[in-house]
Nanobody, 121 residues
């Protein structure tokens, strides 16, 4: 089955930047959509950005112009470049993939365990 491992979270000042990475591993057949969600304490988990295998990306309105999602299909890895960070961006960021694996080849939602991004002065 498929597993996702995030990295790159940390503490930054407002206006700073971070780059998150998420690598998929396992008996992968194909990965369609990959993306990032985030959840702050006491709030719902919201979509931040998603990207298809062909490179088409969508963003939440709150991060448009500041965040960029990309992926390396050969490495089964998705990235989130976060610039001009705001305190409101503070959350646990979760990697997501719509992935199929052998032997069933059925597409399933796969989630990483999350990485904390803290934005404060």
């Amino acid at each position: 089955q498929v597993q996702l491992v995030e990295s790159g979270g940390g503490l930054v000042q407002p206006g700073g930047s971070l780059r998150l990475s998420c690598a998929a591993s396992g008996n992968i057949f194909r990965i369609n959509v990959m993306g990032w969600y985030r959840q702050a304490p006491g709030k719902e988990r919201d979509l931040v950005a998603r990207i298809t295998s062909g490179g088409s990306a969508n963003y939440a309105d709150s991060v448009k112009g500041r965040f960029t999602i990309s992926r390396d299909n050969a490495k089964n890895t998705v990235y989130l470049q976060m610039n001009s960070l705001k305190p409101e961006d503070t959350a646990v960021y979760y990697c997501y993939a719509d992935a199929s694996s052998r032997p069933t080849f059925l597409y399933m939602d796969v989630w990483g365990k999350g990485t904390l991004v803290s934005v404060s002065s």
